[in-house]
């Protein structure tokens, strides 16, 4: 029985109730040391008002599986995974890719590396297949601070993409143990456990002394306790008999896990020394078997007596073939408490007693053993990274490839396995750290080889995180420094710094034009993405020079030679050098190769980047369906792996979105974006996000009809791309605010661009803006004809409904009511269709002005289709099952169907068949 949690049972209870009923539910328990987080998993686990009796492994009746967090075994991926699914796993019932992942992951397959993302995404189908084959699941993951990061991260993706799935995950984990990691993801409930309450804390300390205990002995208690669960039976048994019944004065402090931890101590040292050397084993072991601690403990002397001695102490648990220490308290203090020499010699035992079977962990333990340098060590700790890079632990590669690195002397070797280390930080996310290292080894690096990768990691860090200045400068020196040694490497390098300075970050480090030159000239053994990187820095070279004719020519060749590569990194610069220049087509064309390449590989992190950058493009196309459906699941990624930071960029363009269609979730998005801006580093995305929430400001200034609003936020809109894409918007914002001037300046700064590019969009702009900013009627008339004839052309349905609306109102205008009424039908067919209301209403205004009334248009039932409706949709009417659809979409079968059975009913189709005759544009 527990005293004082009834409230959090109840909580837990209705957790397993929910999922019983087919609904997932997530659950993070914190608390400090001793605050009952494995008591309260136990009870949920085995109490029958909790599962109803039906928590077990008969088929529909439920099932539980059960992991924890090791400290020692933070270093070692997917280990706490594996031991969660491994009662119940079902390769076979899961899709192909995801079961290969989960294999190689769990060191059951040798193969090419996994994405952690894909080892996710099998996690989430792995759950949903257990609890379908059970009815329903439940999950309990303890001391998730320990949790090594692989797992974790596996486990919290997940967790954020359940939905309508039979399964109840819970988290518990311990808060202020200083050393220990913060285990406090975003985006999921939390419950944090507080002491119990005056009564409950009676009640319990008075079953641990067996009786009544005085008032200002309990109220003491209670009161340096906090009402800590573990410290109030703990602590009692240190205080002599008169203490505990007031006939002596208390101790002046009883700390609260010093305190209980002492407690622990004291008990162990009063045992005898063999004992006392078990349970330091049992600290130091994280397999939890038996037969290995006990050979481990018996090289040591310790023989069956010991164990007897130790059980009966309370302080080691053992049931089966499983041992355990009582509490992850009595871990620490007993580990702690011994010395070097102590600690050294159990690891050295330990690594002997799981070699056989365990070669990684027993690396481990010779490491923990080490005294000092150790080349023998360093070089299986080197090996260990890299099996565990290779299964797509990164965090665990970085970890061992760091201590590889502490254990070697030689500084060449040291250096690379340094920037090894950095290399692997970088690719699990952890930028800060992936900076120090790469900065420790470049410190130490003499190969100009690796010096020269050290510097492209540098750079990319500087991207994402510091300076994109600083990142230009590296990589250009870099650039320089290696071009005669390794021209390709120059190449990469160069090309990164030319897309920086695209970027607008110039730090005005310089190539040398030979060296341009070099790098620019085709030789006979070029693959096709070193003729893609050379055509490229070409087009980039001719842009920052303004000479956009030729800078259009080399990147229609780059983009000719890029459909042949599948390196996802040059797909998506391709698709940059395009919407830097202005290339639609291009720019959609890469954007999507490397969104559906992306997935196709499981590469989740570089699925988000490409699904942020297609959202970009699909603004200007007017595709803003396949916007919100971008921007929608970009959003679902991010937080699946807890990347707050990349949600900054589909937030904005979603309140864009919502300002220029007048959708009510403008204010909400803007308040998110901005929360997001507020709080994190965004890097190489701070810019163009901060552009694509000024140009949503001005967009619902403008529709609201504050020209000068408008003018003030589209006029603080600084990268080129963006710019670019909000032309329209700015002139028309500086004209209807009375500055015409400003208004022809920006048409004088793209005329060039658009003459020289030939591009229409651009061409139409121009001509939008001279019309706008025309003294003359008959030049206003034929600048709009132009604009028109132009937009027609390009491919962006919004811009010509706007022209066009433009247009219309000129024509009533100057009384020409019957010509403005086809370019004002045609504006409003166009608004209607991308459910613009601010446009559509004026469209429906000025047309009703010119003696014409529009004709209400029945709008399409697709609109009311979520984005992830409408994915699920599409996919589904080309024939996929669910299975296959979940598989796509990376969410659960279940969650397909609800999805679905949704579509069927807003959309009014009754079958998969009548669902593949709808046009989804």
């Known amino acids: 029985m527990l005293h004082g949690r009834e409230l959090e049972q109840a909580q837990l209870a209705a957790l397993v109730d929910q999922a019983r009923a087919g609904t997932a539910g997530v659950l993070v328990v914190r608390g400090e040391a001793g605050m009952g987080k494995t008591s309260l998993l136990h009870e949920l686990t085995v109490s029958p008002g909790a599962s109803a009796g039906s928590l077990g492994a008969d088929g529909g009746a439920g099932r539980v599986l059960r992991t924890s967090g090791v400290e020692s075994e933070s270093p070692l991926p997917y280990a706490a995974l594996h031991r969660l699914l491994r009662p119940a796993l079902d390769m076979g019932g899961l899709p192909g890719p995801q079961a290969r992942a989960l294999r190689v992951a769990f060191g059951l397959e040798d193969g090419p590396t996994v994405e952690p993302f894909l080892v996710g995404v099998g996690t989430l189908s792995a759950l949903t297949d257990i609890a379908d084959r059970y009815g329903y699941l439940v999950c309990v993951v303890d001391d998730a601070q320990w949790l090594d990061s692989a797992s974790a991260d596996a486990l919290l993706f997940a967790a ?18 200083p050393g220990a990691p913060d285990f406090a993801p975003t985006g999921l409930p939390v419950l944090e456990l507080r002491g119990l309450a005056e009564p409950a804390a009676r009640a319990l300390l008075e079953q641990r002394t067996g009786g009544p ?35 002596a004065p208390m101790p002046q402090q009883l700390t609260l896990t010093e305190g209980v931890e002492r407690a622990f101590l004291d008990r162990s040292r009063r045992l005898s020394p063999a004992v006392q050397t078990l349970l330091l084993v049992s600290a130091a072991d994280a397999t939890g078997r038996v037969d290995t601690v006990r050979h481990a403990a018996g ?15 309370g302080l080691l648990s053992i049931t089966g073939e499983t041992v355990s220490v009582r509490h992850p308290l009595v871990r620490s203090a007993i580990y702690q408490a011994a010395t070097s020499f102590e600690r050294r010699q159990v690891h050295r035992v330990l690594a002997d007693a799981v070699a056989p079977t365990d070669p990684d962990r027993a690396t481990w333990h010779r490491a923990a053993a080490a005294e000092g340098p150790d080349r023998d060590v360093a070089d299986a700790l080197h090996d260990v990274a890299a099996r565990a890079e290779q299964r797509g632990g990164h965090v665990a590669a970085t970890e061992a490839y760091e201590r590889s690195a502490a254990l070697t002397v030689d500084e060449p070797t040291r250096a690379a396995r340094l920037f090894a280390a950095a290399r692997t930080a970088w690719a699990a996310g952890h930028a800060v750290r992936s900076r120090a290292l790469a900065s420790s080894a470049r410190d130490l690096a003499s190969d100009p080889l690796l010096r020269a990768d050290i510097d492209r990691l540098r750079a990319r860090n500087e991207v994402y995180l510091g300076s994109a200045l600083d990142a230009h400068r590296i990589l250009t020196v870099a650039a320089v420094g290696i071009a005669e040694l390794d021209p390709g490497r120059a190449l990469e390098m160069a090309c990164a710094a030319a897309l920086n300075r695209a970027h607008g970050a110039d730090s005005g480090a310089t190539l040398p034009a030979d060296l341009v030159s070099r790098l620019l000239t085709a030789d006979e053994d070029d693959t096709s993405r070193t003729t893609c990187l050379r055509l490229m820095l070409g087009a980039l070279t001719a842009s920052a020079e303004h000479d956009w004719p030729r800078a259009i020519a080399q990147l229609e060749q780059a983009l000719e030679a890029g459909r042949a590569v599948e390196d996802l990194d040059v797909l998506g610069n391709l698709g940059n050098t395009a919407l830097h220049l202005g290339h639609d087509e291009g720019t959609r064309f890469f954007y999507r190769t490397m969104v559906s390449t992306a997935r196709e590989r499981g590469a989740g992190m570089a699925l988000v980047y490409a699904l942020q950058r297609l959202a970009f493009a699909q603004v200007f196309t007017g595709d803003w369906t396949g916007l919100r459906s971008s921007a929608d699941e970009a959003l679902s990624l991010a937080r699946g792996v807890g990347q707050p930071n990349l949600t900054a960029s589909p937030l904005a363009l979603l309140a864009l979105v919502a300002a220029l269609t007048g959708d009510d979730r403008y204010d909400q998005y803007l308040a998110e974006v901005e929360d997001v801006t507020g709080r994190y580093a965004l890097g190489i995305l701070t810019g163009p996000t901060h552009d694509a929430t000024r140009w949503a400001k001005g967009a619902h200034a403008a529709a609201h009809g504050d020209a000068a609003e408008a003018l003030h936020h589209l006029s603080r809109v600084h990268e080129l791309a963006l710019r670019q894409m909000a032309t329209v918007d700015r002139i028309d914002a500086a004209v209807r605010a009375g500055d015409t001037a400003r208004a022809l300046a920006w048409v004088g700064e793209l005329a060039p661009f658009a003459h020289a590019t030939g591009h229409p969009w651009a061409l139409g702009a121009v001509s939008l803006g001279t019309a706008l ?22 491919g962006r349905p919004f811009d010509l409904a706007r022209a066009q609306l433009a247009y219309g109102e000129f024509l009533r205008r100057t009384n020409r009511r019957v010509d403005a009424r086809t370019h004002l039908r045609a504006a409003l067919g166009t608004f209607s269709d991308l459910d613009a209301r601010p446009p559509l209403e004026r469209a429906t205004q000025e047309l009703r002005a010119s003696g014409e009334t529009a004709r209400k248009r029945d709008p399409s039932t697709l609109l009311d289709l979520t984005p992830m409706e409408r994915k699920v949709a599409e996919l589904v009417s080309t024939g996929l099952s669910n299975k296959d659809v979940a598989a796509q979409c990376w969410v659960s079968p279940r969650t397909v169907a609800f999805h679905l059975r949704n579509v069927f009913t807003k959309v009014g189709v009754t079958s998969r068949t009548e669902l593949a005759q709808l046009d989804f544009g």
């Open 773 to 794: 900013t025309a003294a003359d009627r008959l030049d206003a008339a034929a600048a709009f004809e132009d604009a028109v004839g132009h937009y027609q052309r390009a």
């Open 299 to 313: 090289v040591l002397g310790v023989d069956d007596s010991a164990w007897d001695e130790a059980e009966r102490s």
């Open 213 to 247: 205990v005085p008032d200002e002995v309990a109220d003491r208690l209670v009161s340096d306790t906090g009402g800590n669960p573990l410290a109030l039976l703990e602590l009692p048994p240190e205080l002599s008999p008169a203490q505990l019944h007031g006939q």
């Open 160 to 177: 954020r993409q359940l939905s309508v799935d039979p399964v109840a995950l819970v988290f518990a984990a311990r808060t202020g143990e």
